[in-house]
């Protein structure tokens, strides 16, 4: 993995994350000519990439038709049953589970990809948010909703892949207006209502202000406008990175 394919062991297992960018998913040209354009599509592409990486044990893979909104879905042995009798993939840009062997997986080219975990009860999460879903508060959202299931905050602990980073992601004054407050640091004006804004820092920094108790927050501050490794969207680039976490019990 081009990602710092992160292997921690925690009290119930061992949690895996991380980001496959070109190199991790070349090997599937052959297959695929061409990337996906539909969600069915870019299911079965993840799976067959997963099969290569999990060549011993292969675990389920859980997609989503990413809309840029704040809708989160629960992995249960209940949702399991219904998605494998109707082939049916949720709508919506966060995952989470309490199940064991659930590769969650986010797609992302500039937008930001959030992984959260317990580090003492079975709990991983994935969320993918473009500044649509920061203004939305998508990841403030999944943090309450593993709260209000009993999560304590400084068990939980969150980590923020490869992103397009501040310096190379302009925006308008209208995208800007959401951001503005939170300094800039995160929304740096350029002048003729220009501006930079850091959507993984602004995650960052609303996070750090609600939830002030968290384990941890991590921030990888890849820019994937300016790595050869990954995807990115600004660069008229059609690939997508993939983004995965997963409890391997």
């Known amino acids: 993995m081009e990602y710092y394919n992160r292997e921690i062991a925690v009290s119930y297992g061992k949690i895996k994350l991380g980001t496959a960018g070109k190199l991790s998913l070349v090997g599937l040209k052959e297959l695929y000519p061409s990337y996906p354009k539909d969600p069915q599509s870019w299911k079965d592409y ?12 292969s675990p389920n893979i859980v997609t989503l038709n990413q809309i840029h909104g704040d809708s989160i879905h629960q992995v249960s042995t209940d949702s399991l049953g219904e998605e494998a009798k109707s082939n049916f ?19 992302t080219a500039d937008c930001v990809p959030v ?9 991983v ?20 909703r593993a709260i209000d299931i009993g999560y304590a905050q400084d068990e939980l602990y969150m980590e923020i892949g490869p992103y397009i980073q501040g310096s190379d992601y302009e925006v308008g004054i209208d995208v800007a207006n959401f951001f503005s407050e939170l300094g ?20 960052e920094k609303r996070v750090k202000e609600k939830f002030p108790s968290l384990g941890g927050i991590k921030n990888s501050h890849i820019n994937v406008y300016k790595s050869p490794l990954y995807f990115s969207h600004r660069t008229k680039e059609e690939g997508r990175n993939l983004n995965f976490i997963l409890w391997e019990s």
């Not at 993918?128 to 939305?136: M, V």
């Open 46 to 57: 993840t799976e067959d990439w997963a099969e290569k990486e999990w060549t011993h044990k």
């Open 89 to 107: 993939i949720w709508e919506g840009d966060g995952l989470y589970t309490e199940l064991p062997n659930q590769l969650l997986v986010v797609r």
């Open 115 to 123: 992984f959260l975990y317990s580090t003492k009860r079975p709990f």
């Open 125 to 144: 999460a994935i969320i993918h948010s473009g500044w649509k879903g920061a203004n939305l508060g998508i990841t403030e959202r999944m943090l309450e």
């Open 184 to 203: 800039e640091e995160v929304c740096f004006p350029k002048g003729n209502e220009k501006f930079l804004l850091d959507v993984g820092l602004a995650i």
